[in-house]
């Protein structure tokens, strides 16, 4: 799993890929942390050539919406088993995550949104160039991607890589693999799918898809 996000983020910068790396729920900063670490390695050896990116990160820091609000998530195994419900998975506060990257980026290298994604993600404009989406909700990943897609910010090239695509069984119709086989549909999305990278992960890479933006 961390040798995977090392990679992605390698392949962002040497891809040419425009843009940034974005995380989608922190939890416990440890693959923020890991982000960050290749971040600064990258921008040191590849960013005169390839340009320098920024890590973003969103997270709630108050744990998960209520699933039951969503009639998607609310038949999810893990909500029906009790181990989503509303603000459960509460990791890392906004304070230690911040003093966890700023040991590793610069102030202006890295960027931290606090507030439930739908709060958040319109304060967010610039090219996305890899996002690691762990939002564990359908609800959630869904609005990821229905926000960054329609606002043609995910570029050509651009790495998503999906932390729970497999859970709840690998069922097709809940969670993030609901979410991103609608935005495959709704947004006509040309990509390559790269495969398993841990237990319920898995990653696309992005070729072009139709915004409605010109």
């Known amino acids: 799993m961390l040798s995977a996000l090392s990679s992605g983020v390698l392949y962002s910068f040497a891809s040419f890929a425009d843009g940034h790396i974005l995380e989608f729920g922190t939890q416990t900063g440890r693959t923020s942390a890991v982000l960050a670490h290749n971040i600064k390695l990258q921008n040191k050896n590849l960013g005169r050539i390839f340009g320098r990116k920024k890590l973003h990160l969103f997270d709630s820091f108050v744990g998960l919406p209520d699933p039951f609000n969503n009639s998607v998530d609310s038949l999810n195994l893990f909500t029906i088993k009790g181990v989503w419900r509303k603000n459960s998975l509460t990791g890392i506060n906004q304070k230690k995550l911040n003093n ?103 990653k696309f890479i992005i070729h072009s898809y139709t915004s409605g933006i010109n």
């Not at 043609?152 to 693999?177: H, K, T, V």
């Open 100 to 202: 966890v990257i700023r040991r590793i980026l610069p102030k202006d290298d890295y960027v931290i949104y606090s507030g439930f994604f739908s709060e958040t993600l319109a304060s967010f404009s610039s090219k996305c160039a890899l996002l690691h989406i762990d939002s564990d909700l359908y609800s959630s990943a869904h609005e990821i991607l229905d926000s960054l897609f329609s606002r043609n910010l995910i570029s050509n090239g651009c790495c998503i890589m999906f932390d729970d695509y497999d859970l709840d069984q690998a069922n097709p119709n809940s969670g993030e693999r609901r979410a991103w086989d609608e935005a495959i549909l709704k947004y006509q999305v040309q990509y390559s799918d790269h495969g398993s990278y841990g237990l319920f992960a898995h």
